[in-house]
């Protein structure tokens, strides 16, 4: 066993998600992770769930050449199984489905939502939810906004459920109209779906019509939409936990010219980014098969919200998405807030990665954003123009100062170190940059796992070997030397 002080950290390997081998677990098929040690110890690989990263979460584990007994593939069976949400918690309610289409404005209308079951309850004769959490409401209009009646899942790891403000999924919904996207594709963004399709029940000349179907994680939005408009879905490893649920993509793809549709994803924030960004590539390539998109390079348009720190990490994995100035803020969110709901001094972190031209993309001005002339686009009021960068380079609300050792900006407060080489705070530990580059090699242009010294003998086991060897040979002289000595007294 080796210890966790003896660990160098573990990466994802993306080079067997789509073969049939990869175990499951109750999240969809596993992703395939590498361990790195110190010292030259060789690394190790297993499964895990794709998208719970404690083990409290998901204890499902197994070693890459692992052979499991035919009774422990069973009992995986048997917990997939039973963690499957029951079939009424996840189609559409057709009684719901009668009550949408006779009326929009039926007030009248009472439902009951169990938290305990986690189901909607329209005739409890048996009483089997009476000593359950229950909801109760009246109308239709409230069963149109599900995001507001279930309880958010917050487990930040697997499925944080961090619902954007009312200002923000305004923003959004009237942004993606004003580009012209027709059809939205909400990967766990369920209130930018919930005002999409409550803006279909309005009959607008003004307003052309849009559509969306939101792909989520959190089966219980299956019993307020359609299967046309949801499918229960793991945004990890690109799984469709129904059957059906790969198909009504397909529909919703074939039914879009291409350029008029537009992806909108809200990953949890603990996501990693290089498994989050593969997935995007594979609805990328699916779009332009069902769009008959002739350019294969050609990317689907997209909207990543995610932290602002995050930057390098998408900037790596998607070079194509450049980060927006735009502050998401969210309603059940403790820190990521804007200043007026008590969030942080600077607003929250969280910002738009997109594909699409930034020059397009107008930001409210009176929420404080003002158009650059000189980067052509939209920045907050704090941030200012650098000559030298050639940019407005300010990330989290406060103004940058330029490095010229650096040759780039950076936060206030930060000295620039002559030993580690780049700008950090007075009182920083300079040991702690000294591991750079590949941990095996040194190499700055590539990754460990991607090292290719890695399966490369090393020299110093076969010194080992060799220092070995010589020792059994004076261990064979001596006794031999030994023998001879006796023979002659």
């Keep these: 066993m080796h210890s966790a002080t003896d660990r160098y950290g573990v990466d994802v390997c993306l080079t067997k998600e789509d073969s049939k081998d990869v175990p499951e677990c109750p999240h969809g098929p596993m992703l395939l992770f590498e361990r790195f040690f110190k010292d030259g110890k060789p690394s190790a690989k297993y499964y895990a769930c794709s998208a719970c990263r404690d083990k409290k979460d998901c204890s499902f584990f197994q070693w890459e050449k692992e052979k499991i007994s035919k009774a422990r593939e069973q009992a995986h069976k048997e917990i997939i199984e039973k963690t499957r949400p029951l079939t009424q918690q996840v189609n559409y309610d057709k009684e719901l489905e009668k009550l949408f289409q006779a009326s929009t404005t039926n007030s009248s209308l009472l439902w009951t939502f169990c938290h305990t079951c986690n189901v909607l309850v329209w005739d409890d004769n048996g009483g089997r939810h009476n000593e359950h959490s229950l909801q109760s409401g009246e109308g239709l209009n409230e069963l149109r906004h599900p995001s507001m009646i279930l309880k958010p899942l917050e487990n930040v790891k697997a499925q944080a459920q961090f619902l954007f403000s009312n200002q923000a999924t305004q923003f959004l919904v009237s942004t993606i109209r004003k580009l012209g996207f027709k059809k939205v594709l909400c990967l766990g963004t369920?209130?930018?779906?919930?005002?999409?399709?409550?803006?279909k029940t309005k009959k607008s000349k003004h307003k052309p019509a849009m559509n969306s179907l939101l792909l989520d994680i959190d089966y219980r939005y299956g019993q307020f939409f359609p299967s046309g408009c949801f499918a229960y879905y793991n945004m990890f490893n690109n799984h469709f936990f129904e059957e059906n649920g790969q198909q009504t993509l397909l529909e919703f793809m074939n039914s879009s010219e291409g350029d008029d549709m537009v992806l909108v994803m809200d990953p949890p924030f603990g996501g990693l980014v290089e498994v989050l960004a593969a997935t995007v590539k594979k609805i990328w390539r699916f779009w332009r098969d069902c769009t008959a998109v002739k350019d294969n390079k050609k990317e689907?348009?997209?909207?990543?919200?995610?932290?602002?720190?995050?930057?390098?990490?998408?900037?790596?994995?998607?070079?194509?998405?450049?980060?927006?100035?735009?502050?998401?803020?969210?309603?059940?969110?403790?820190?990521?807030k804007g200043k007026q709901d008590k969030g942080s001094k600077r607003g929250s972190p969280v910002r738009i990665f997109t594909n699409i031209d930034p020059a397009s993309i107008k930001l409210p001005v009176e929420e404080g954003y003002r158009l650059c002339k000189i980067c052509n686009r939209y920045v907050t009021t704090e941030n200012f123009h650098c000559s030298k960068c050639n940019s407005c380079t300010s990330k989290d609300g406060r103004k940058y100062v330029h490095c010229d050792r650096c040759e780039k900006c950076v936060k206030p407060g930060r000295v620039h170190c002559s030993e580690c080489n780049r700008c950090d705070l007075p009182n920083h530990d300079c040991?702690?940059?000294?591991?750079?580059?590949?941990?095996?090699?040194?190499?700055?242009?590539?990754?460990?796992?991607?090292?290719?010294t890695r399966n490369q003998p090393k020299k110093r086991k076969s010194n080992v070997?060799?220092?070995?060897?010589?020792?059994?040979?004076k261990r064979k002289s001596k006794d031999s030397s030994n023998k001879e000595a006796k023979r002659r007294k």
């Design 190 to 199: 369920p209130r930018v779906h919930e005002k999409i399709q409550l803006n």
């Design 300 to 336: 689907m348009p997209t909207m990543w919200i995610f932290p602002y720190f995050m930057e390098s990490h998408i900037h790596e994995s998607l070079p194509s998405l450049k980060m927006m100035d735009y502050k998401v803020d969210y309603e059940n969110h403790p820190h990521f």
């Design 431 to 452: 040991q702690r940059s000294s591991i750079k580059g590949c941990h095996i090699c040194g190499d700055m242009g590539h990754k460990r796992k991607n090292c290719p």
């Design 465 to 473: 070997h060799d220092a070995k060897g010589k020792k059994s040979l």
